[in-house]
Structures are given as C-alpha cells and as structure tokens.
C-alpha cells in the first residue's frame, strides 16, 4: 500500500517539480511576489516528500499552511490557482465572509471542503471520459449506423438462404460506416432514443448545508428511479455529440473515479480562503459581531486542523490538505486571529505592493498578459494590434497613479484602464474594414486618459 501510494501521487506529476522549476512555472504568469513563490514552492515540494517518507511517520507530517499578507491585486490568489494547475490537484477558492456561525443562516465551513470534493470529482471524471474517448466514439457511431441501417435479426433457423443477405447488409454497413465518419451525414435527420435524468421532486429549504442534503436526496432517488429513454429528433453531428457524453458515463466506473477523487482530495488538495482578516476581531471588546467573526474562525479551526467531512460521496479527511488564507489585513492583524486558529497557519508572507516597473511587465511578459490577449481578440477581426514602448509605459504610469489617489486595487486597475483606452478600438474595428493594423502610440493613451485622470471624481466612477 506505501508504494503505491507514492506511484500515485508520483503519477500525477509527469515529473517530480523542485521548488526552482515550480518558481520558474509561476514566473511565467505572476510578475515579483519571489518570497511568496518560494514560499509556495517549499509547500508543494514538502507534499511529495511527506510520500517518500515511512507510512508510521508520514500521518504525523502536517503541512505546513501559508497565510498571504498583501492589498488586493498583487497576485495571492493566482499564486494559488496556478500552484494547483502545476500538479493536477483539487483547488476551491472561498470567501470567509460567505461563511456564518452553526446555528446563523448561511454557509457552514464544511461546505468548502464539499465543494473541493464535487471539483475533484469532475476533474477525474474528466480524465476518464477522456480516455475512453476512442472506445465512446465508436459505440456511437454503431448506435447512429443501428438508425440508419437496422441490423438484420437472425432467428433460430437451419436455412441458409439468407445468409446472402446477412453479408450484404454488413459490406452496405461498413460503406455507411466511411461516408458517417466523412461527415456525409452530418446534416440528416435521425430519430435516436436517449436517456433522460431523473429528478427527485423532494426539495429541502431551510438553513446552511440543506443544498448538500437535497443533492444527496436527488442522488438516492436517481439510483432508486430507474432512468427514462426519450425518442428524439436531431441531425446526425447533433446526436454524435449528445450520445458522446452518454457512451462515455457508461464506459467509466463512477467507484473507481470516486476513490481516486477522495485520495487527491485528501493527499493534494488546496483551498485558498481569501478575506480571512475579515472575520478577524480587531477589537479586545467582545460585540455582537466580534462574537460572530470568532464563531466562524472556531468553526474553521477543527476543518484546518484535522477532521472528516461528510460529503455526498462519503467521508474526507482534511489533515492533509493544504490551506492558503490571504487577506489584506489593513484594519486587523494575524495576530488578531484566536492563537488556536494563528497556530494552524505557521507560515506567513507579505506580498509587495505593484510598482510602474512592475505593471510594465505585468502587461507584456507573463503568457496570457493583457496586451497579448487585446491582441488575439483583434486577430479574430483581421485586425493587427500593436503597442508602442512608450505607450505601454503611459498605460503602467497611470494605472500606478490612479491606484495612489483612488483605491489601490493592484494588477487589477489595468484591466479598467485597457478597457477605457481601446474602447473605441474594440467598438469601431467591425465596421472599419479597410484599417487592417492599430498602432497604440503615446499620444493616443494620454488622449483618451487624460480627462479621467485628471478629475479625481470621475477616476472613480470610470477607473
């Protein structure tokens, strides 16, 4: 079992990254932050090490959860996203703010690692159907070839007068077999018997955790109600693609994907709860809301810590999952955590705030920045988007300088200043055939910029 169990977590890596090459993964998405790669890096690693290590010593490994200090914008969040992609694991990202106290409506904190469950779930269901893609695809071109040309039953018969028949049909099928997959029959009209979801018609309404209870039921009642076949009419590309997905579910052994689920869930998985310092009392007097915000942090402590989550696919374990709070922590501190829950999250790292040079780069270096991105949507125009350095320049300028006088929202105040700035760009390129190349120059950013960054007021309606 403790081999493979390192097969397992080995294989979803097509290799083993160090904490160098995971730093060198982040880099080509996220501009600065360094201390929190590492950081991040030396987590992830520790993952696989924790593998490696005897089965008797590898439960009492805990991993080692990171809370991310930093104002909105600076990259926590995607640090996070991308980390998960590296390594194919289960990732959910939550709000602390959506969750209540048991016993107040709302989410209960459970709920996060329901949802971490569903995602991995349809993550493994997805690899599956992907491979038995091949082996789907034929059953539906047999089920479409059953509709265009019906087998000939064979009864329980010594005459072999018809066995003329019986080749003839074969080779006449194999011929429609050909002109299918050349898409000759793309555009006819078939009728095709497909199943049909059974719904449960009990619904449950009430407080937190009663969605879980009513998919749970939906499920029971779906495994009770056997499932319905419905004739339909659709063209023959229509019902490859709808009879696809229904090939594929009965090729894949929903057991199988569950146990598989529940075990990258368990050894892999990472939530990143964002607004932590939100639920964190920064006054010692103990309001009515204070009251509150320790509630959730105490609902959170035991999810962090270790226990087993009921989900509609069994019990999950959480000693092992690696949690990641962020939070801009301007009115509180960590330290105004409860010391139990401060205890859970070891390792803290402050991330910087982005600088001019830093939303220069952020534009053109990482692989899906901005500006490559305007450039792509104009392609599909015909249209050839260029930017001057100097323009780029302006753009960082003023995005450094609005997030100064009005609200630093990071990274993210470039997404409103593109939109301000090409705006005219994207509505008038579809009717302007003729101008098949747009260079972006300096003068045409301090023009359509100008006016919003002069007048404070307006910066903050626009920007």
Do not use: C
Not at 73 to 93: S, W, Y
Not at 145 to 165: A, R, Y
Request: hydrophobic share 40%; aromatic share 4%.
């Amino acid at each position: 079992m403790e081999q493979l169990d390192k097969k397992r977590i080995d294989s979803k890596l097509e290799r083993v990254l160090t904490p160098r090459e995971i730093v060198a993964e982040l880099d080509k998405y996220i501009i600065g932050q360094d201390e929190a790669k590492k950081i991040v890096a030396i987590a992830l690693r520790n993952r696989w090490r924790r593998q490696q290590v005897a089965s008797e010593l590898r439960e009492e490994i805990m991993p080692n959860n990171i809370i991310m200090i930093g104002p909105t914008g600076v990259g926590k969040t995607e640090i996070a996203r991308r980390l998960a992609r590296l390594v194919n694991a289960p990732f959910v990202k939550v709000e602390a703010t959506k969750y209540t106290e048991v016993g107040y409506v709302g989410r209960d904190v459970e709920s996060m690692v329901r949802d971490l469950m569903e995602r991995a779930v349809i993550m493994v269901r997805q690899e599956r159907t992907n491979e038995k893609i091949e082996e789907a695809k034929k059953a539906v071109e047999e089920r479409i070839l059953d509709v265009l040309i019906p087998p000939i039953k064979k009864g329980v018969s010594f005459d072999t007068t018809n066995q003329s028949d019986v080749e003839s049909s074969g080779q006449t099928r194999e011929k429609l077999r050909e002109m299918l997959r050349q898409g000759v029959f793309d555009d006819k009209v078939i009728e095709i018997d497909m199943q049909t979801e059974t719904t449960s018609p009990l619904q449950i309404f009430g407080p937190f955790g009663m969605d879980d209870v009513n998919m749970s039921l939906q499920d029971l009642m779906g495994q009770i109600m056997p499932k319905r076949t419905v004739r339909r009419k659709m063209t023959v590309s229509e019902a490859k693609i709808n009879l696809l997905k229904e090939e594929s579910e009965k090729l894949i052994d929903m057991e199988d994907v569950v146990r598989e689920a529940n075990y990258r869930v368990e050894h892999m998985g990472i939530v990143f709860i964002d607004e932590i310092d939100k639920i964190a009392s920064s006054d010692t007097r103990s309001s009515g809301l204070d009251v509150s915000r320790e509630g959730v942090q105490r609902d959170l402590l035991p999810i962090v810590e270790g226990t087993t989550v009921n989900t509609r696919y069994g019990p999950v374990k959480t000693d092992h999952i690696l949690f990641i709070a962020s939070g801009a922590f301007h009115v509180s501190k960590p330290s105004d955590l409860i010391p139990e829950l401060q205890g859970r999250f070891p390792i803290r790292v402050e991330l910087d705030s982005l600088t001019e040079d830093d939303f220069v780069k952020i534009l053109t270096l990482p692989e899906n920045a901005l500006i490559k991105q305007y450039k792509a949507l104009l392609e599909a125009e015909g249209v050839q988007l260029e930017f001057e350095p100097e323009a780029i320049r302006e753009v960082a300028s003023i995005a450094a300088k609005v997030n100064d006088e009005v609200m630093n929202i990071g990274a993210r105040r470039l997404h409103t200043i593109m939109t301000t700035l090409l705006e005219d760009v994207l509505f008038n390129t579809p009717d302007n055939i003729s101008n098949k190349k747009i260079t972006v120059t300096l003068e045409m950013v301090q023009k359509q910029l100008s006016d919003v960054v002069a007048d404070t007021d307006l910066s903050k309606y626009i920007l």
